[in-house]
Structures are given as C-alpha cells and as structure tokens.
C-alpha cells in the first residue's frame, strides 16, 4: 500500500517504521527542517520503550529511579518509586534514534507543508495539496502534525481546543553540579499556594530539563514573554521565571542564572476532549493530531507510539485498500478508549496543582 504520512515528528516516524515493516511504502511530509533538532526532553514509560525497542529502536536516555514531591523550600514531602524501566531522554536523541530505525525505502521531504486533504463525496481523500501547491496522492493518508493538526481541523472544523490554563517555559541547561544533585531522580518542587511548580531531570550526560508550571489565571505570562523569539522575549521570560522561582531551594536559583533564555521555549498544551474517531475512510490521524493530552501526564510520546504500533497492527501486510476503512475504525475504537483515562487523568493532576500543596497522601506523580 502507498502512505503519504505528513509531520515527521515521533508519531510519524514511528507509524513509518512500523507500517514499513509490514512492506507498505511511506513517504514522509514534513514541515519543518529544524523540528527535528527543536524541543527538550519526555520522560518515557516503560510501555513505550517496549515497544520502540520491538521495532528495533535504539534509544538513549537516563534511568529514572524515583520521584521526589518537594516544596519550594526543597524539603521532600512524598516520594514514590518511578514506574520501574521508565526513563527521560532528549527530544533531539529520541527523533535521531527514529529517523536511524526508518527502514530502507522510506524517504522524507523536509520544507512540505500539508496546506489542505480534498474529499470526494463519501469522505475519501482523493489527494493532499502541500503548500507549495504540489498534489500527493496515497492509499492512506496519515495525519501526525501534531497538536494543531490541519487534518483533524478538516475533520472536525468546530471542535473545541482551547489552550490549557497551564502553560509552561521550558530550557535545557548544560551544567554538571545540576546533574549530579539530579542523578538518576525526578524532582519536582511546588509553591505551598498551589499553581506553580517547576520540575528538574537529567536528560542525558551533560544536561539537564526544567520546566515551570504556572497558572496563567494567577501569573498571566507579559505578551513579550509570548512572541516566539527575540531578546526582549528572552529577557522577560527570564525575569518571569526569576520573580516566580528565583528565591526557591538549590538549585534552582542557580539553573535559572545559567539558562539561556533565548531557547527557553513557551509551551502552550491544548485541553480538549478527544474527537469522535481518530479516522475517516482511508485517513488516520496518530499522536498529537488524534489526542492532544496534558503534559501533566507524560504520555505525549509513549501514546503516540502506541498510536502507530496498534496501527500497524491492524493495517497488516495483505491488508487491502477496501479492507482499510474497517482496519482504521479498529484502531481508533481501541485507541479511543486507552487515551480516554488520560484526558480525565489530566485534568484531575492539573486540578490538583492549582490547589495548595498536597501533604496529604494521594497520587501525585506526574504521570497517568
Ligand atoms: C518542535 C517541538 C518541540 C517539542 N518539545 C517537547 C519537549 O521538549 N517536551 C515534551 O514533552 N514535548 C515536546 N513536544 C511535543 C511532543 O513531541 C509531542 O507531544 C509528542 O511527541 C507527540 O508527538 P507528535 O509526533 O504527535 O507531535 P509533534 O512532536 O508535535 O510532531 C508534529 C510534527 O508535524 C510537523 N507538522 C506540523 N504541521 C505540519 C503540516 N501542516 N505539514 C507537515 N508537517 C507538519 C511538525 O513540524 C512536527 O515535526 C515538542 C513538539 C515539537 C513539534
């Protein structure tokens, strides 16, 4: 079967890999050249790796061990044993180790923007028109450009997506005394009045993520902290962070003076409840395209790679254009209703950050 994927990002990726080895042929679409190179770091969950591991990735990444629930004073209130094989890794090693497991006669065209799916009149795309104008025509036409999917907004032009309440700033910071204290740990530190926190891992040898958690109602961030680039955004993101954080335990104070804040990155999640089906006749939509879920449960790409792993598994290597429509609803049926627990589960964890820390024993590992 001939697949057009558009967005190269680990959704896509992996749903090449996995649909190459039951000998479709794929062509990746992507936008964006620098993609690949952008972000920070996930925590991965051992189902996810499992299954990366069966398609013959080889990731890198750091152990986690535990996880600390502290304050902002440092003091640990709850700790909890990570899910046991779960680790963090960097955004730019987890998509190199994808783009190396991409079998042979995979190709990727970089600078191609999906501007559009045309329908006929049962639903069928005939064709995608990227946004230089050129016409790419597939079998299947798999849409995983992420959580502003154009795919999924064809599909469903009124659904709602509104930016979560809980955004979030996020650097990469090159600094040995940081990573050592981090080890093998996830440490995350929470304001006692609930609404911020700012959580701290090692994501390979040299560095280590951190990313702050506020509540936009409470700390709105300034509009110049909010345009993509430049110093003057730079600038106030630092002096955000400094104001909300600067005065927290070791070593905090001290990852933010040795951030560079013009890679800081502003992340804005999406809150929306999954969409009817992640499909349409011979149209998928994988990772965040289908179900953009709450970073508070780490389950961005582990649920991605799921997303393309159950896909190949219905998609099998006979599986014939007619048969497709039946295939895809089976994915999505099964897909469907193993993110519906991480929608509620995020808004549960979010619910629980905005209210005054927790002394009191209950889930709390930012994890569903
Ligand atoms: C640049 C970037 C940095 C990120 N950094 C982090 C991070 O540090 N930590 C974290 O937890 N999550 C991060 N994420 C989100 C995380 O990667 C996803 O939540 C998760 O991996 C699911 O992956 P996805 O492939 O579905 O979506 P994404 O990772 O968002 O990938 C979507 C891909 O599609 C491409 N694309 C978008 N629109 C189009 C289009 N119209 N035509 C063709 N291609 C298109 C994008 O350039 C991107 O490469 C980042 C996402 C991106 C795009």
Redesign the pocket.
Known sequence: MEVAV???????LMTAIALRRNGHNCRI????RQ?HE?????ILVPEGIARMEAMGVQLKGVPLERFFYRNSSGEILHDQQMPVGARSIR?RDLSTSLLEALPNGTTITFD???DRLEFDRQGRVTHAVLSSGESVRADLYVS???????ARHMLFPGWSAPLARVPEL?GLVRCLQTLRWAGHDFNKFHSESGGVALGVLRVDEEHV?WYLQFDSKRFPLLPAAMVSDGIAAAQARRSFATQLVGDWAAPIPHLLEGTDFTRV?H?QPVDADLIPRFHQENLVL????AHPLS?FTSQ??SS?IADATTLATEIETDCTVEELPQALDRYSVTRRAQCAPYVTKGRTLMQNFLQPLAREERALLPIA
């Open positions: 558009f967005g190269a990002g680990i959704a896509g679409f992507e936008r964006s993609a952008a972000g920070m770091g996930f955004r191609a923007e999906l995983a450009d992420g959580s502003r999917s154009r996020v993520v990155h992340w994988v990772g965040d395209a970073p961005g790409v991605a």
